[in-house]
């Protein structure tokens, strides 16, 4: 089956640039017609919706984090990665990553990334 | 973006109790919703999707409805492993979710 599982830093300074990769196992990201997108919620808070990757190769990203947020893939190792720039500590989170089909399914476990100096 | 009000923020029931968590939308979001189960240190796991469309696999004590921008989560008889937040989600536009409804004894 698809299984996600998200890598990373679980610490990082601000202003510093956050990134992680999620790693696909199940089915190529570069096939069929779902999208991999990242998320993340901040303890007691909502979920948010950070970027997406399409099969193509090409990105979308949350308006309000566009300015800070590069999605990147590596198909050789069926991966993508985001990266976040100018971090502080509103960015600590859980951070997702999951398949998208309108609705997201599956998840990655989730990473704690934390913003602290 | 488009908003999602749910309500009620927290909730507490019994074992067997029907169970009703709303969501509403800043605009008409045409049935493209989704329903997700939280429990702690877990990821979400999808429910139901198109509004009312049960997941593979999820029970069928479970069922979504509405249209427009309302929209509701029914448990019909609540079982203790349905302890947990529930979450919806838009995806008519960019992606937005609801705040999640915390389900407790």
């Known amino acids: 089956q698809v299984q996600l599982q998200e890598s990373g830093p679980g610490l990082v300074k601000p202003s510093q640039t956050l990134s992680l990769t999620c790693t696909v196992s199940?089915?190529?990201?570069?096939?069929?017609?779902?999208?991999w997108s990242w998320l993340r919620q901040p303890a007691g808070k909502g979920l948010e919706w950070i970027g997406r990757?399409?099969?193509?190769?090409?990105?979308r990203s949350n308006p309000s984090l566009q300015s800070r947020v590069t999605i990147s893939v590596d198909m050789s190792k069926n991966q993508f990665t985001m990266s976040l720039t100018s971090v502080t500590a509103a960015d600590t989170a859980v951070y997702y990553c999951a398949r998208e089909r309108g609705a997201f399914d599956p998840w990655g476990q989730g990473t704690l990334v934390t913003v602290s100096s | 973006d488009i908003q999602m009000t749910q309500s009620p923020s927290s909730l507490s029931a019994s074992v067997g109790d029907r169970v009703t968590i709303s969501c509403r939308a800043s605009?008409?979001?045409?049935?493209?919703l989704a329903w997700y189960q939280e429990k702690p240190g877990q990821a979400p796991k999808l429910l139901l999707y198109?509004?009312?469309r049960l997941e593979s696999g999820v029970p069928f004590r479970f069922s979504g409805a509405g249209s427009g921008t309302a929209y509701t989560l029914t448990i019909s008889s609540l079982q203790p492993e349905d302890f947990a937040t529930y979450h919806c989600?838009?995806?008519?536009?960019?992606?937005?979710f609801g705040h999640g409804t915390k389900v407790e004894i």
């Open positions: 989600q838009q995806y008519y536009g960019t992606p937005t």
């Open positions: 605009q008409d979001i045409s049935n493209s």
């Open positions: 990757m399409y099969p193509s190769g090409t990105t």
């Open positions: 198109a509004a009312s």
């Open positions: 199940g089915v190529s990201i570069s096939s069929g017609t779902y999208y």
